[in-house]
């Protein structure tokens, strides 16, 4: 029997989203329209809608869809802006991201996982306007700064300074903070030169690898 994915899309929207305080129509539409089960291994796609983060190889992780919708909600996109993704994994985020922005460029530090979100997002026909990179994320990237919005799917010690740098004025920036097992999601604001940050959630993510994160 051939599961009813797209039912099972407006349920997670609904009961995992909608309950929960995400109110952006655009970032819950786009949550109903990209097919997570296609960014999962296929031995897990099972698994695509539960409320949990689902292991995709190389001790990486796709976050549960709550944490997904969160961060691209605290960014407050409208349409128009740059954004720099930091950790890839399967390319499921980039391609809700892509829906909600003009442009992203989503960093992955692993290769094997970057060509899997290359495949993924064009298998989905998501890559329009979604360029995968191999690189460190944790240093940005460069040769495409400075972005309006920069969402980072790893915890990371401290808001590494190069995303500060790279990061336009006004833009927004959102990032797990702590220890290598528990942290707490921040926003990070800029405006006028002023840097502003709050924490909106406790979170666990895998750890930010890289130069300025977790060596």
Not at 3 to 21: F, I, K, N, T, Y
Not at 78 to 103: F, I, K, P, T
Not at 151 to 159: I, L
Request: with cysteine.
């Amino acid at each position: 029997m051939i599961p009813d994915w797209a039912g099972e899309r407006r349920a997670m929207v609904e009961r995992q989203l909608r309950r929960r305080g995400i109110s952006s129509e655009r970032v819950l539409g786009a949550m109903r329209e990209i097919p997570r089960e296609e960014f999962v291994p296929v031995e897990s796609r099972v698994e695509s809608y539960r409320d949990d983060p689902i292991a995709i190889g190389c001790g990486q992780t796709i976050s549960q869809p709550y944490m997904t919708a969160l961060m691209a909600e605290l960014l407050e996109l409208q349409g128009s802006e740059s954004v720099l993704e930091v950790g890839a994994g399967c390319g499921y985020a980039a391609a809700v991201l892509g829906m909600l922005a003009a442009r992203v460029v989503a960093v992955e530090i692993v290769p094997r996982l970057a060509e899997r979100a290359r495949e993924n997002l064009r298998r989905t026909g998501r890559d329009g306007n979604v360029e995968i990179v191999v690189a460190d994320g944790s240093l940005g990237y460069l040769p495409r700064a400075p972005y309006d919005a920069i969402s980072v799917a790893a915890g990371a010690p401290d808001v590494p300074a190069a995303l500060l740098a790279q990061l336009h004025d006004p833009g927004r920036l959102v990032i797990p903070v702590g220890e290598r097992d528990d942290q707490e999601l921040r926003l990070v604001t800029k405006h006028r030169g002023r840097i502003d940050s709050r924490a909106s959630t406790l979170c666990r993510f895998v750890p930010l690898r890289g130069g300025e994160g977790w060596r």
